[in-house]
């Protein structure tokens, strides 16, 4: 018995201590540093650009590099040198590689009578995007500019939408014609019609899409400038809060107004000599009539 006691004591102590050495081995070294991490996990980055355990947040995932940016500005200018200034105008764009997309003008010559007759000259012209602010510059130093606003529309994602809506429609229309080429049209004329008509409605949703694109492509390539020219005897004086210069620009404007109205009259007078010659004429010889009768009557 007690031989039978120390043996079976000897396994127990045996076996408690092959399982104190396998649970050692578990939470050796290894072990420990990794559980002194725990609190920072470390993520690695799968081929798809997703962390691995998180298929829902991204790593370092990139802007748009390239944005769709459309520009357009808003000009109003004046000018003394009406004929000279578009001359320049019309050499200023050729040498930033631009065009005249439409224009509008007025014919009739500045006189001193009124400025309602001045000419004046509207145009939308179309700029390379990194000339624009070139060109915009130099209109500062061919025109009196009043005026001058300028406009930024993002339509990255607008853009990249459709992109990739186009991109699906292709791929179904790639699809669509292998099925049609596979199918035999005697045999299964219904499903070949069927593939057809949807064929058709692909591609014209492709060209809608497309058009879309190219539309933007060139607002974004091509910067819209809107200028209007305006001819003028005097420049429009830049404002200006302080009250000494607007006491001194009200005496000049006051100065100019009354020259002008002088001239105004002037002009007026010698096209109305003629009519008031005449006048004149009548009003002396019914004087004379006058005086002849009465001098009759007398008689």
């Excluded at 076996?15 to 072990?31: D, E, I, R």
């Excluded at 309602?116 to 500062?140: C, K, L, N």
């Excluded at 606003?149 to 607008?158: C, F, Q």
């Excluded at 045999?187 to 019609?193: A, F, P, R, V």
């Amino acid at each position: 018995m007690k031989h039978t006691s120390t043996r079976l004591f000897a396994l127990l102590f045996a076996l408690l201590t092959l399982l104190a050495f396998v649970s050692c081995s578990k939470s050796g070294p290894a072990g420990s540093a990794g559980n002194s991490d725990s609190s920072a996990p470390s993520y690695e980055k799968d081929q798809s650009g997703l962390v691995n355990g998180d298929a829902d947040v991204p790593i370092n995932a990139p802007d748009i590099a390239d944005r769709k940016i459309i520009k357009t500005y808003e000009i109003n200018s004046e000018t003394k040198e009406y004929d000279a200034a578009i001359a320049s105008l019309q050499q200023l764009v050729a040498d930033c590689g631009g065009y005249v997309e439409s224009s509008s003008t007025s014919d009739k010559s500045l006189n001193n009578t009124s400025a309602a007759y001045s000419r004046y000259a509207q145009y939308t012209i179309r700029i390379p995007a990194e000339r624009a602010e070139e060109f915009v510059g130099t209109v500062g130093t061919l025109f009196n500019v009043t005026s001058n606003n300028s406009y930024v529309e993002d339509v990255s994602e607008t853009y990249y939408s459709i992109e990739a809506r186009l991109e699906e429609l292709q791929a179904e229309r790639d699809s669509l014609l292998d099925m049609m080429n596979a199918t035999e049209t005697k045999q299964d004329y219904s499903l070949w019609l069927t593939v057809s008509q949807r064929l058709s409605e692909v591609r014209q949703e492709i060209a809608v899409y497309q058009g879309q694109l190219n539309r933007y492509d060139s607002m974004v390539a091509y910067s819209t400038v809107k200028l209007s020219i305006s001819e003028v005897l005097n420049y429009t004086a830049v404002a200006n809060s302080s009250f000494g210069s607007r006491l001194g620009n009200s005496f000049v404007e006051g100065l100019q107004g009354f020259w002008q109205g002088v001239q105004n009259f002037l002009i007026w007078f010698v096209g109305a000599l003629p009519v008031l010659v005449l006048l004149a004429a009548a009003a002396v010889a019914v004087v004379l009539v006058i005086r002849r009768a009465r001098r009759k009557r007398k008689q």
